[in-house]
């Protein structure tokens, strides 16, 4: 299984390999951390979809939603406990907009999660921890199991 990851230091896009360990950027040789929400582009989005084999769940958030804050320590947790068998990405709409536009969001934070780079459920409004695994569930069976 492989991700398609935006470097958070240099912003390369790299196709990693959910087995290997210490995977690291291709181009600075930084290493990557799967395990924490990464930060997604507008122009990268499309990319990371495309790229990978588990489901991806996107947090579209913004700075300045109080709901938002809420949620993201949820985010961090669901990224921590998922790693290696789903990506978990956030997208700020302020900077995405034309990125976030074709979803229809109409409130933030809007959670989708996305299984080969199609969406599969789209949820609105600020969640917990269960809700958000709930929904990586729903587009990957699989993981109930585990
Ligand atoms: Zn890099």
Not at 4 to 27: H, I, Y
Not at 97 to 117: C, N
Request: charged share 25%; aromatic share 6%.
């Amino acid at each position: 299984m492989h991700v398609t990851v935006p470097c958070p230091f240099c912003a390369t896009l790299n196709r990693v390999d959910l087995a290997r360990e210490g995977p690291r950027c291709g181009s600075c040789r930084k290493p990557f951390q799967l395990d924490r929400p990464v930060r997604v582009t507008g122009g990268q989005l499309d990319r990371v979809l495309a790229g990978s084999d588990v489901p991806v769940l996107v947090d579209f958030y913004a700075d300045w939603c109080g709901p938002c804050k809420m949620m993201a320590p949820f985010v961090d947790e669901l990224a921590a406990k998922y790693t290696g068998k789903a990506l978990v990405a956030k997208l700020d709409t302020d900077r995405a907009q034309k990125a976030a536009a074709p979803f229809g969001i109409r409130g933030i934070p809007t959670t989708i999660v996305f299984k080969d780079g199609k969406v599969v459920v789209q949820k609105a409004g600020a969640m917990p921890l269960p809700a958000l695994e709930e929904l990586l569930k729903t587009a990957d069976p699989s993981l109930r199991s585990g």
